[in-house]
Structures are given as C-alpha cells and as structure tokens.
C-alpha cells in the first residue's frame, strides 16, 4: 500500500475556477457600495448596511453572506466585521486602500480582452485589435493611472528603499511611461535637489501632474508628452525609470528602446526596471507567471520575461551589467541595469 497516497480527484477547483468571475463582481459590487468602509464605521448589521448604501436589505444580505463564506467578512449571529485583509485593503479610510484597482483590472477593456483568449492563443496576440492597449493614447492608461495609483505608492516606496538615492545631490530623473507619476515622485521625495521628467500620453499626465503637486513638487516635475519610442528624451539622465512598461512589447522591440534609454543617460547612470517577472520556470511565483496571459490577451506580443531575458536585453542594448533585486512583500521585481 503507498504510504502517501496522492489525493482523490476533486472538481471543487476547478469549478471554482469557472466561477472566479463572480467573486470580482461580487468584490465590484460591495465596493461601489461602499459595504467595507461602512462595516468599518460601525453599520455591521442589515438594515443598518441596507439604510446606508440605499439597497434592499435582501441585496445585502445575500451580498454580505457570500463576502462572509469568501473570507472578506466575518458573521457572527447578525453582525458582519471585516476581516484583517478587508480591514487594511479595502475600507476607505485606510491608507491601504487598494479598491480602485478594480476601476482598471475589472474594465471593459480588460475584460473584452479575457473574453476570447482561444482567439488570442491561436493569434499569439491580443485579438481586441491590430495594437491592443498599446495603442497610441489608449484610453485605458488614465484609468490605470488613477485607479492603480494607490497600490503603485506601496511599490513605490519599496523601490526608493531599493535605488540608493543621495538626499541632496543633483539628479536627474526620466520617468518612461509615467503614467501616475508616483515611482519618480517617491524618489524626488528623497531627494530636494532630484528633478523629474516624466513621458506619457498627455492625457495620462494630466494625472501625473496631480500627484506631483499633491507631493510638493511641482516644480522639479516636467512633462514630456508624446510617443515613448519617438519623443526626444535629451541626455544627461542619472536614472531612467522603466516601470511596468517593457512586458508589452517583444525581446528586439525591447532591446531596441533601451539602446534609446542608455543614450539617455550619463556615464554612471542607472536604467531603474519595475516588472511583474517569473522565475526561470515561468511558473513561479503565480502572480507573476500568470501574467504573461494578461501580455497575450491585451497586446500584440508583450510577454513576462525573466530576469535572464532582461539581463540579455539590457546586455545586448550596451549596458555592462545588470542586478535583480526583490522587494517583498510585493511580487514586482526590480532590475538594476548600469552603462
């Protein structure tokens, strides 16, 4: 008889899997009805919810109970509290909050995008058009850049603690693809003397610009709008950040863009690189290995790359060498590449 016997078959995942839409929506829901914060403040039971978010006490009965059997509540006789997670997460009142991150990752473009991803595999591509969301001056990208904002000053601040930054040296700072501005912020924070200049879509860094004068620094923070791969960035850069950008685009598109970026930058400079990145497996860690079917389903041929393949990138584009370094808990990575 073997002594470890492997577990009997069990549906439950997978039919959970096919039902995983209903807890975003389910997530959606309570959110647009402020449920978290208002359990928060004190309206733990029905009709005192119901009263409060203006529904039917039967809605949120329902509701509740199923954020309960979730793990985002807890019940106890009639009176729900919020659990650690929810607590920190997802009441408004927290500076955690992360909950208008559902504004861009539960968008119609998202979604159109996931609502086909047979086509996209038989593409090898997005199949929401020729371009996907790197389309010139996509919409989406203003929702990211206010509805991810919150979650990207959690890796924002991490990252400062990361790139060694002196706190009144002159330095300049290029922002690629800045959209919310907050990563070249955070370090401009650090340092009185740091200038930014951030490149987006002009319509993305009108947010940006929000955020800066929000930090205090307006004016260190200049905007230069336009096409990343066409605008002229001028040189004499100390750092380039690149957050979240390179996974949309193929290996030569990549390593094209960065001989553009080193041009940019002084000798001793640094291209600063923010990315969701896999192991050598590309299966691990999952939330970084499964992102590489958001890069299928929304562009024409972005990918999660590893780290070796940005070092290969970063190498073939003239950078001498190039570190990886983590930043728990988040599950980006940050790759450190020198001229």
């Known amino acids: 008889m073997d002594p470890n016997p492997s577990p009997a078959p069990n549906p439950v995942r997978i039919f ?54 979730l793990g985002f509540l807890t019940k106890t006789e ?20 992360i909950g208008s991150a559902i504004d861009f990752i539960g968008s119609d473009t998202i979604q ?20 996907g969301t790197v389309a010139p001056d996509h919409p989406v ?46 370090l401009a924070r650090r340092n009185r003397r740091a200038e930014v200049v951030a490149v987006d879509w002009p319509s993305v860094l009108e947010v940006a610009d929000e955020f800066a004068a929000e930090a205090g620094i307006t004016d260190r923070f200049q905007k230069l709008p336009g096409d990343a791969f066409r605008v002229d960035f001028g040189t004499g850069y100390d750092i380039v950040l690149l957050t979240n950008f390179l996974h949309h685009f193929d290996a ?24 969701i990145s896999p192991d050598e497996n590309r299966v691990t860690p999952p939330e970084a290995a499964t992102f590489g079917l958001v890069m299928l389903v929304t562009t024409p041929a972005g990918d999660a790359y590893t780290f070796p393949e940005y ?19 988040s599950f980006q990575r940050v790759v450190i590449s020198y001229t």
């Open 112 to 131: 159109r995008a996931f609502s086909d991803v047979a086509g996209a595999v038989r593409k090898g591509g997005t199949v929401l058009d020729a371009e």
């Open 16 to 69: 959970a899997a096919f039902a995983a839409y209903q807890q975003t929506a389910a997530l959606a829901g309570a959110l647009a009805l402020d449920v978290f914060t208002a359990i928060g403040e004190g309206a733990d039971t029905v009709p005192a919810l119901a009263r409060r978010a203006g529904a039917a006490e039967r809605g949120i009965r329902i509701l509740c109970d199923s954020l309960a059997a």
């Open 311 to 329: 070092e290969r990138m970063f190498a073939n584009a003239g950078f001498s060498r190039s570190e990886l370094h983590p930043i728990p808990p």
């Open 252 to 275: 030569a598109t990549c390593e094209s863009f960065l001989r553009k970026v080193r041009a940019a930058l002084k000798p001793g400079g640094r291209a600063v690189t923010v990315e």
């Open 141 to 186: 990208w203003v929702s990211f850049a206010r509805a991810m904002a919150p979650l990207a000053r959690f890796s924002a601040e991490l990252l400062a603690g990361v790139v060694a930054i002196e706190e009144n040296g002159p330095c300049r700072i290029l922002d690629v693809a800045a959209g919310h501005g907050l990563f070249g912020i955070s």
């Open 78 to 97: 009639q009176h729900y509290a919020l659990t650690p997670d929810a607590a920190l997460f997802l009441d408004r009142r927290s500076p955690a909050y």
